[in-house]
């Protein structure tokens, strides 16, 4: 395995360790993605939901934008690496 191989690697376990850390703790997941606009973010919940959120007014806050329905949830986890 190549040097960038093996850093992509690292990043990733980390990754996966912090979600299930995460999760396991009763705490949202944050999901990043290039394919929603601006100020927009997955947020995975230990249920195994996903909602599209924002920031609120306030920035302390999340604003639920959508949920995803559980096949659309699957995707998003298969796309991002997450299962």
């Given at each position: ?6 850093i ?9 360790r912090?979600?299930?850390?995460k ?8 999901i990043?993605?290039k394919?929603?606009?601006?100020k927009?973010?997955?947020l ?13 007014s ?8 959508n949920?995803?329905?559980p ?13």
């Open positions: 395995m190549n040097r960038i191989k093996l992509e690697k690292i990043g990733s376990d980390a990754v996966r912090l979600r299930n850390s999760l396991a703790n009763g705490k949202p997941f944050m990043t993605s394919d929603l606009p601006a927009h973010t997955y995975e919940f230990p249920d195994r939901s996903i909602k599209i959120v924002t920031l609120s306030n920035g302390h806050d999340f604003v639920i934008l949920t995803l329905n096949s659309e949830a699957t995707l998003l986890r298969k796309k991002h690496g997450l299962i």
